[in-house]
């Protein structure tokens, strides 16, 4: 694949990928038609995956830091026996919204037979998981008022909320963090505080599929491999920068209106994608 090629896969990515509209979906299709084998698309979100994640990172800086220190706190809790802290509690509900997600996604790599992997990345998949998620993602936010905060989360919710990440790994189209926050407003969570705990809960995710690329990365023949190191850094960089836009975007919005917009973006992409793939398949 050629640099140019590569640039615009991470421009969707870093787009995407905090957007409710599945970034995974769209660097599929978009390898797809740049005749990129599933191994190379994988690596190249994986890498693409390390620039979102520092994105994030950044722009929610100080909940970052509060959940860091508050792991310590967790630590010793036992011994101190004080109240949890905020940073403390958001911590353990990043923590208890991990693990499901996280082995269904390793085995999903690990053990789906290649066939299976093929069929479940085909282009109607994605068209009908697109639709699909994105009527529940309108339910969740149309169905009344809902105000819950970050004071109000359980671990139980975060568990729930994060569980849904699972359905993410294996059905691309489906948006990790458009399910995170369907499951958020569905719980009763603000629209604000669903997508930052959405993108809060994905760090880990995000974390072991960019350790999986550059893994991928340095113990590829160069020879063989789509990407490069050099080419890797490019990817990330292109990745962090239109992940930072896509997050101030995404903030700035639910701020002022619902989930809508993306509603309706998903159900022309997936009835684009439904009445194009025969043609999309002559590419």
Not at 55 to 74: Q, S, T, W
Not at 171 to 197: H, N, V
Request: no cysteine.
């Amino acid at each position: 694949m050629s640099l140019l090629q590569l640039a615009i896969i991470a421009l969707l990515q870093g787009t995407t990928e905090w957007l409710p509209i599945s970034s995974s979906g769209h660097v599929l299709l978009a390898a797809g038609y740049f005749s990129a084998s599933p191994a190379d698309e994988l690596l190249i979100n994986a890498v693409s995956n390390i620039g979102t994640l520092l994105a994030m990172l950044i722009y929610f800086r100080k909940d970052v830091a509060d959940a860091v220190a508050g792991g310590f706190e967790l630590i010793a809790a036992p011994v101190s026996k004080s109240p949890l802290s905020k940073g403390a509690r958001l911590a353990a509900a990043v923590i208890v919204a991990t693990p499901i997600a996280l082995i269904v996604a390793v085995s999903y790599e690990l053990f789906l037979p290649e066939s299976m992997l093929s069929t479940m990345r085909s282009i109607y998949v994605v068209a009908a998981t697109t639709i699909v998620f994105g009527a529940l993602l309108w339910w969740a936010d149309a169905k009344g008022a809902r105000t819950r905060t970050e004071e109000d989360m359980t671990l139980w919710h975060a568990f729930l909320i994060g569980a849904t990440q699972a359905i993410a790994a294996i059905l691309p189209g489906t948006s990790r963090s458009g399910i995170t926050m369907t499951a958020a407003r569905a719980l009763g969570y603000d629209r604000t505080e669903a997508a930052r705990f959405s993108m809060l809960i994905g760090a880990p995710i995000l974390a072991a599929a960019g350790g999986y690329g550059l893994i991928g990365l340095m113990s590829a023949d160069p020879a063989g491999s789509v990407l490069t190191l050099q080419d890797g850094l490019v990817v990330a960089g292109i990745s962090f920068i239109t992940g930072l836009a896509s997050i101030w975007f995404l903030m700035s919005l639910l701020s002022r209106m619902s989930f809508l917009p993306f509603v309706i973006y998903r159900f022309a992409l997936g009835a684009v994608l439904i009445l194009g793939s025969p043609m999309i398949g002559l590419l």
